[in-house]
């Protein structure tokens, strides 16, 4: 038996506190108030499991268990992005059905956050000791920059090892750099007149609604998808201007819009751009129009590029900006996230492999991602793990999120052993 499995004795009581998590619609997108109450929710029950917690401005906090100077890590993120349209069940509910766990979040990232919690309630019944302590780092504007790691770290320590359990099976030691900025330009005497699409620069919209400047009102749906792998969805402000762009001649349309229409259209690999590239350690750049709001004075665009690790970051900045200035657009810098890369030789990496080696009887793959995780706040100290089997699905950042049930508390096994051996090693 490994000591992961010791958790399975707490199914249920696992299986509340999640219901109770999913229904706090902690949307960081829109406002502080929700992701602090979840934050408060983790914190409170740790302190009616015993175990000691720390509030940190009501931005991130933690939850520790043991005595010592080395300073153990897992990180996960309370906060969501919005649940959009055309859910099978409700969103901020709890469901078990067929087999499966849906509702926003149970994915990315409550569901790791609340197995965390329980990891360190595990470790404290049963009585075990280490020279390290160990905590549960969790956050809760990690969909909105990760200005909330920035903070914590601001006011205490960098694990010494640490992981986070916010992407796929098995080991992800290279996370491609996040680019999200902002085009804004004049929407004046535009046959557009007014458009919003998109709540969250890193998903693919899945609806954009436009008036035209005879005031009718025109609906475009699409398929949501996270921002990595934009190309899985079907970009419904894309729709909506190609739409527009066989109908009207483009000296009808703004600043902005001509130069979605002649620069992006529906690619996601930067290619009319002229950022288009690729390395073999992490793939390709990816490109996503996230957000659009218009009246009949300006129109904003927000984006998200997810860059490999080789790439010349200044270049791809100058690229986009010599193309902008051409259409009178302004570009703000939203927020910019290096890559990370850690070696396969590291610590953490042979930690992890273990772990994942004593639940499944296999060997990890160690791969790369365009995801952005907290991995890349522990600087090269940490990387991400789980809870997504490439046997399963997640649906994360779009409609029907959930995971198969008996893969979540495989995954469970899997972080409760890892937790011990970070902290008892």
Not at 155 to 178: A, H, N, Q, R, V
Request: glycine share 8%; net charge negative.
């Amino acid at each position: 038996m490994s000591f992961g499995e010791k958790i399975l004795e707490y199914r249920e009581e696992i299986l509340k506190d999640l219901a109770n998590l999913i229904a706090i619609d902690s949307v960081s997108v829109e406002g502080k108030e929700k992701p602090q109450q979840a934050l408060n929710y983790m914190l409170r029950r740790a302190e009616e499991m015993g175990l000691s917690t720390a509030n940190i401005d009501n931005i991130a906090g933690h939850v520790e268990y043991g005595e010592g100077e080395k300073l153990c890590g897992v990180l996960t993120h309370l906060d969501v992005v919005p649940a959009g349209d055309r859910w099978t069940y409700e969103p901020f509910t709890l469901t078990r059905a067929n087999g499966r766990l849906y509702g926003r979040g149970v994915a990315d990232d409550k569901g790791s956050a609340v197995i965390t919690l329980y990891c360190l309630k595990v470790l404290k019944d049963n009585g075990i000791v280490s020279d390290k302590r160990i905590r549960a780092i969790f956050g809760t504007n990690e969909e909105v920059g990760m200005t909330d790691m920035q903070h914590y770290f601001s006011k205490e320590p960098l694990p010494d090892i640490g992981f986070t359990p916010d992407s796929d099976y098995g080991i992800c030691c290279c996370e491609k750099g996040i680019l999200q900025f902002s085009l804004t330009g004049s929407n004046e005497n535009c046959i557009i007149k007014s458009a919003y699409g998109g709540n969250a620069v890193n998903a693919v919209p899945d609806r954009a609604v436009f008036k035209l400047n005879d005031y009718s009102k025109n609906i475009f749906f699409g398929k949501a998808s996270h921002a990595m792998e934009p190309h899985k969805g079907k970009n419904a402000i894309i729709i909506g201007l190609k739409k527009f762009s066989d109908q009207f001649a483009r000296k009808e349309f703004g600043d902005l819009f001509c130069f979605i229409l002649r620069y992006i259209s529906d690619q996601t690999d930067g290619g009319s751009l002229g950022i288009k590239q690729a390395d073999s350690r992490s793939g390709e750049l990816t490109l996503n129009i996230g957000v659009i709001r218009a009246d009949e004075h300006s129109a904003t665009v927000k984006i998200d590029i997810r860059y490999p690790v080789s790439a010349d970051y200044e270049k791809i900045i100058q690229t986009i900006k010599a193309k902008a200035e051409e259409y009178h657009l302004t570009f703000t810098l939203d927020n910019h996230s290096e890559p990370l890369n850690i070696s396969q030789d590291s610590d953490i990496v042979r930690i992890l492999s273990k772990s994942y080696r004593t639940v499944t009887a296999t060997d990890p793959v160690i791969y790369s991602t365009g995801g952005g995780t907290y991995a890349r706040t522990l600087q090269n100290k940490g990387v991400a793990f789980g809870p997504v089997f490439s046997d399963d699905y997640s649906n994360m950042h779009r409609p029907d999120e959930s995971l198969n049930e008996e893969k979540y508390f495989l995954h469970a096994q899997i972080c409760l052993e890892a937790m011990y051996e970070m902290f008892t090693a």
